[in-house]
């Protein structure tokens, strides 16, 4: 499925930290790394320095991994010349980092970022990077909803970062209460809610279990974002990895957007993925 990776970097340390989870998903799967900075026409030479020496560690790491790997350097507006690339190459899977402009603006709004994960015709990755010294995680926690759209992909890459970095797998489910009785939200325990997962939630953990990755399920009623952050500290775990929010925009404003809650208060790494190919 990833047999292209290509990991945006730019003058930004994070940018380099979010292209080693794809360096070292790229040496696991054997697939070749694509190592891309973009230069904006009014970026001044330090930080395009900055950035030609990311690339230049980047590019050496991969190397010294025996990772197939090719650097791209250009100038321009980064999201059109990066899609170029993934049209020229076919790109499996691209990583970009997200920076304080998703967090300050409403996430998915007029940033690289949301250029990137809504206009690439292949996965995106957007990571945003907490903990800048530990790219290695052991517990990687994965928030599900019900319904769950390429489940296969989500799964399969849960799967090889589990297998690229020797982790385990925490899925985690916040269901809604199944009725309302005189205005009055029937809940159940977790036990209770567990006998009633969903088919696709079935799948996801089935397929965990096939490829032999280490995981544990737990379902926990009530507020979906408040419950992820929660969870994510209490448990201590590395790496959070979710899918990017299929929210409409009056949706988002009526019931909040749990992507943009977990980017902003995520006590850990924070994976959100943007699949594209079909199960």
């Given at each position: 499925?990833?047999?292209?990776?290509?990991?945006?970097v730019n003058e930004r340390f994070n940018s380099e930290m979010t292209a080693r989870y794809a360096l070292n998903l790229a040496k696991h799967l054997n697939a070749k790394l694509y190592i891309c900075f973009i230069a904006d026409k009014g970026m001044v030479q330090h930080n395009r320095?900055?950035?030609?020496?990311?690339?230049?560690r980047l590019f050496n790491e991969a190397l010294e991994l025996n990772i197939?790997?090719?650097?791209?350097?250009?100038?321009?507006?980064?999201?059109?010349?990066?899609g170029k690339i993934v049209h020229h190459e076919n790109i499996?899977?691209?990583?970009?980092?997200?920076?304080?402009?998703?967090?300050?603006?409403?996430f998915y709004t007029s940033t690289?970022?949301?250029?990137?994960s809504l206009k690439l015709p292949c996965?995106?990755?957007?990571?945003?990077?907490?903990?800048s010294g530990r790219v290695h995680p052991k517990r990687i926690f994965v928030?599900?909803?019900?319904?769950?759209d390429h489940v296969m992909e989500r799964a399969t890459f849960v799967t090889h970062m589990a297998r690229a970095f020797g982790s385990k797998v925490f899925v985690f489910h916040t269901?809604?209460?199944?009725a309302k009785v005189f205005h009055r939200e029937i809940h159940l325990t977790p036990p209770e809610w567990e006998e009633r997962i969903s088919d696709d939630i079935s799948h996801f953990m089935e397929y965990l279990k096939q490829n032999e990755i280490e995981h544990a399920g737990r379902f926990l009623p009530g507020k979906t974002a408040r419950n992820i952050t929660i969870e994510a500290s209490a448990k201590q775990h590395d790496l959070i990895i979710m899918g990017a929010s299929e929210r409409g925009l009056w949706a988002s404003l009526l019931k909040g957007n749990p992507v943009k809650q977990v980017l902003r208060e995520t006590p850990c790494d924070l994976i959100i993925l943007k699949p594209r190919h079909e199960d």
């Open positions: 499925m990833y047999k292209k990776i290509l990991a945006a320095n900055a950035a030609e020496d990311a690339m230049q197939q790997a090719e650097s791209i350097a250009g100038m321009g507006d980064p999201v059109a010349e990066i499996g899977i691209v990583f970009a980092s997200t920076g304080r402009e998703d967090i300050k603006k409403k690289v970022a949301q250029n990137l996965s995106v990755a957007l990571v945003r990077i907490v903990h928030p599900v909803k019900a319904r769950i269901p809604k209460p199944i």
